[in-house]
């Protein structure tokens, strides 16, 4: 009973908490943590600071604080979960009436330490991200643009373009898309290729998409047809590339927008159940994304 209605298709909103907040609101969503050992897990399960800098969503070392994260807590601090068994949390995230407009970053942690010897534990984590819009009742609306694009050849004759992405708009993105080649001279076509995921960008920040061309294809030149998408904001973009015949990397070419796609916000629906991702060791299974014992969420 997590999701917001109008994000209900938003595949942002069933991996992470994505929310718009008036001062002075408090939300609850649910999380699962899920054990695929053979032995109960004893996991802490707090939340903790993150930024999003270089084109990564970055979750801080330890706990770590800031405005979203002294916002938020957990109905259990620790959780005690059967082996191949889950268990399940609420988060709780109460926006002081003072709080100023912005989006704001957070991630909650789920937290197993082991092997300690010698005045030396280890500790993995997983985590979900949490987005949170202070504004109410007129949401910053997300956008972007890309306005350059470029077409490089690796060492091993390998293509690779790139695309640079300047976020417009007034909520974070989490960038996926593909990639199509046709032939300008003739009725050649290649691809589709995959983005290279992982590309998050903050409000006015700009970081390039990388885009492996993952078959062996001429110089060109091509007319590329970027298609690029953040939860329900889709956008095309084209541009005419030449790769080298050695390698290097070509002139940045000028894209062309054409535009699709729209974001809403707000209202519950009930019977939707967030699953959140869960505990870690190293033969633990991630239902919702993949976790990682570093600081990358």
């Known amino acids: 009973m997590d999701i917001p209605a109008d994000l209900i298709d938003d595949p942002r909103a069933r991996h992470y908490i994505v929310d718009n907040l008036t001062p002075g609101t408090t939300v609850h969503r649910r999380i699962e943590v899920l054990n695929t050992t053979d032995s109960t897990l004893h996991v802490d399960v707090y939340p903790a600071a993150a930024t999003i800098a270089h084109g990564s969503f970055v979750g801080a070392a330890g706990t770590t604080r800031n405005d979203l994260s002294t916002w938020t807590s957990l109905k259990r601090k620790t959780l005690d979960v059967p082996a191949h068994d889950t268990a399940r949390d609420t988060v709780t995230i109460a926006v002081p009436k003072d709080a100023a407009p912005g989006e704001r970053y957070a991630v909650v942690w789920a937290q197993v330490t082991g092997g300690e010897g010698g005045g030396i534990a280890m500790v993995s984590r997983t985590g979900i991200r949490v987005y949170l819009s202070v504004g109410g009742h007129n949401p910053p609306a997300p956008n972007f643009?890309?306005?350059?694009?470029?077409?490089?050849?690796?060492?091993?004759?390998?293509?690779?373009?790139?695309?640079?992405?300047?976020?417009?708009?007034?909520?974070?993105?989490?960038?996926?898309?593909?990639?199509?080649?046709?032939?300008?001279?003739?009725?050649?076509?290649?691809?589709?290729?995959?983005?290279?995921?992982?590309?998050?960008?903050?409000p006015r920040q700009s970081e390039p998409v990388r885009i492996p061309v993952t078959d062996q294809v001429a110089d060109g030149?091509?007319?590329?047809?970027?298609?690029?998408?953040?939860?329900?904001?889709?956008?095309?973009?084209?541009?005419?590339?030449?790769?080298?015949?050695?390698?290097?990397?070509?002139?940045?070419?000028?894209?062309?927008?054409?535009?699709?796609?729209?974001?809403?916000?707000?209202?519950?629906?009930?019977?939707?159940l967030l699953l959140g991702t869960a505990v870690l060791i190293a033969s633990v299974r991630i239902r919702r994304r993949h976790g990682s014992s570093t600081a990358d969420v």
Do not use: C
Request: aromatic share 4%.
């Open 145 to 202: 643009t890309a306005r350059t694009m470029t077409a490089e050849r690796g060492s091993d004759g390998r293509a690779i373009v790139r695309a640079q992405v300047f976020n417009t708009g007034g909520r974070a993105l989490d960038l996926s898309g593909t990639l199509r080649l046709s032939s300008v001279s003739g009725s050649l076509s290649a691809g589709p290729y995959q983005v290279q995921l992982g590309t998050s960008l903050a």
């Open 221 to 272: 030149p091509w007319k590329a047809t970027l298609e690029l998408k953040s939860g329900l904001l889709v956008k095309k973009f084209h541009a005419e590339i030449k790769f080298r015949h050695t390698q290097g990397i070509s002139p940045a070419a000028a894209m062309d927008a054409e535009a699709s796609g729209g974001v809403a916000l707000k209202t519950l629906v009930p019977g939707i």
